[in-house]
């Protein structure tokens, strides 16, 4: 999660008192407005849970009045806070985070008449859309397998999917804008998302070979299959033309099967196409069309040549957001990667995209799914979880912007908090540096996540 709070604002209480109220961004996003005393609280809950030695020093609170000054570093301390955690692979994907963060949500963008059950819109691969009562509230992957349940799908095969946000783009062209976690609730994020963005649903996953088990259903073949015959239509796949001949035939035929296994062999199957950018590789400014596939970037440059880059090849990379005086409400992100060229260069590569922040977590993802399947093996999302005593969960609360305090562990929408399953940490390990330039045009915070992945390149790899 990259987490920002671009600005703060002064907000009045129903006691007509004032407190300052700072705008949480989560990957690129406004997600909620919380007071200091909220994450306060937060933090005295990730106390009882992890270890003291592990938790980030807190901002200290002030007796008085804070200036314009104070303000501002309370801001940039707050950031810095909420990015150490995120940091922290056993805080981020633990079940109490993501509750806190759509509790947070809710709170900010629902009002009392918005908590009963809704209809939302789901376009599943095949373009079919399908309606599916759910809470205002409820998790994102909650309503994967009310989804699941909807088409027929075994329970078993619903973390093989997930939902992603599509929107038009300038050219009323649709591509992905993110993949939904379970820190929000859909039906905000496509309601926060504009208008014209909608909910879609794909599979999760990256290594063409987990088809295999979808292939075993009737249900999982028709939605692989329908996917398929999507990103056909957008010219996501690159077929030859004796593949074209092929496909054409096995697709009158009505062969879904024998479809499935010519797509394995087409370029680009399996992956997901980013809007055309630019990057500085080989030179400043170059145009770029990038495709993620599994373990690989791979850029399209105008002159028809191709460049792949190997997740396994790259330390690390970073996102860059870069502000500009006359134009702050719109900063600029970069995502820089540290890749090896050959044996022993390493070199810096600079995309200049949109999509910055769907396409790093297009790497971690590839990179959580490499570990997981050299570690355990099992489906997309298996993972081994330690589990936190009932008397630790019934403790957790939330602190509402009112003072009132909601349990973690009780219903807030059909949806109960259980045991909480924290991830082991799969092949990453982050680190955040704060620089700035000289000036005030330019200032730039970089997130750097260092890639375990790496460690497994021998030189029969180069």
Known sequence: MHFSIPETENLQDKDGSYYQGYHVHINGNHHCTLRYKQLRHLHDQLKKLFSHDTIPEFPSKKLLPLTTLQLEERRLYLEKYLQSIALDHRISTSTFFHAFLRMAQNETHLSSDDQKIIHIRITLPGEEVISIPVTPIQETSSVIKKVAQHVGLPEELADYFALFIQDANEFNQYCLVRRLLNYESPFLAVKLSGESASLVMRKSYWDSTYDDELLKNPIGTKLVYNQFRDDHKRYWIQPNE??????????????????????????????????????????????????????????????????????????????TTIVQEHNVDHPKLELSFEYLLSKDRLQWITVDSTQVIFLSLCLQSMVEELMRKQQEGGSPSSSSFSQLADEVIQKLTFLGKNGNLLCISESTGKTRITKDPVKKSLGLKESIRVRFRNGRNHSFEEARIENHAFEDIRDEDL
């Open 242 to 319: 004796q593949q074209l001949l092929s496909l054409k035939r096995l697709i009158e035929q009505d062969k879904q099967h024998e479809v499935m296994k010519l797509a394995r062999q087409i370029r680009f199957y399996g992956g997901v196409n980013f809007l055309p950018c630019l990057t500085d590789f080989p030179t400043a400014r170059t145009p770029v069309s990038i495709y993620a596939l599994n373990k690989e970037l791979v850029f399209c440059y105008p002159d028809l040549t191709e460049r792949s880059f190997r997740v396994t090849r790259m330390r690390s990379w970073r996102i």
